[in-house]
């Protein structure tokens, strides 16, 4: 895959920091159609230029967020679930309107 696609409402609702959107925009940039992929920790690490602990924190939060799902296969290696957030989309716009960040014009949004 020659693109990554991220849900604007993780971005303008604030939802992810910048550190938690850099792990969960590498994820996403793995995961197959079916929102999966099969990265160590230590792999991620090198990967992003972070330390082990920094990449099992981030990692836990996305999962404290639920934007991400862990299923340990062994010691070191978890497979990785990209829940759909796409679906989130309409609701989040609406919600983002309402509490007013950005200005957002209704005429401005494309589906």
Same mark, same amino acid.
């Given at each position: 895959? &020659?693109?990554?696609?991220?849900?604007?409402?993780?971005? /303008?609702? +604030?939802?992810?920091?910048?550190? *938690?959107? +850099?792990?969960?925009?590498?994820?996403?940039?793995?995961?197959?159609?079916? +929102?999966?992929?099969? /990265?160590? =920790?230590? #792999?991620?690490?090198?990967?992003? $230029?972070?330390?082990?602990?920094? =990449?099992?924190?981030?990692?836990?939060?996305? =999962?404290?967020?639920?934007? !991400?799902?862990? *299923?340990?296969?062994?010691?070191?290696?978890?497979? %990785? $679930?990209? =829940?759909? &957030? &796409?679906? #989130? #989309?309409?609701?989040?716009?609406?919600?983002?309107?309402? !509490?007013?960040?950005?200005?957002? *014009?209704?005429?401005? %949004?494309?589906?």
């Amino acid at each position: 895959m &020659w693109f990554t696609q991220i849900p604007n409402s993780l971005i /303008k609702l +604030g939802l992810l920091d910048y550190k *938690e959107l +850099g792990l969960y925009t590498y994820y996403k940039s793995f995961a197959g159609e079916d +929102g999966y992929c099969n /990265k160590t =920790v230590a #792999n991620t690490a090198k990967d992003l $230029h972070m330390d082990k602990d920094t =990449v099992k924190s981030l990692r836990d939060r996305l =999962v404290g967020k639920g934007v !991400i799902t862990l *299923e340990k296969i062994n010691k070191r290696l978890y497979r %990785i $679930h990209i =829940v759909e &957030w &796409w679906k #989130n #989309n309409e609701l989040s716009r609406k919600a983002y309107q309402v !509490i007013g960040k950005g200005g957002i *014009e209704e005429d401005s %949004i494309k589906n």
